[in-house]
């Protein structure tokens, strides 16, 4: 497993899927994606690059979801 496939946070609710990983094409940059699996399905995504990218996009998703 990969260092990066290590830092994966994936997190299941009955609502959302959540998962904060860098991007495999894109080295450097990291992304925090929530899909909606009680409803439509819809993805929503956000992306973060530069310096402390990894720990701005997982600052984020807690402050947005609530995951650490």
Do not use: C
Not at 16 to 40: K, N, S, Y
């Amino acid at each position: 497993m990969s260092a990066n496939a290590a830092r994966k946070i994936e997190e299941k609710n009955t609502e959302l899927t959540i998962a904060v990983e860098e991007r495999h094409d894109q080295p450097g940059v990291w992304t925090v994606e929530a899909i909606d699996m009680a409803g439509d399905g819809s993805i929503f995504q956000a992306f973060f690059a530069g310096p402390q990218a990894r720990e701005r996009a997982e600052e984020y998703a807690h402050f947005k979801y609530g995951r650490r």
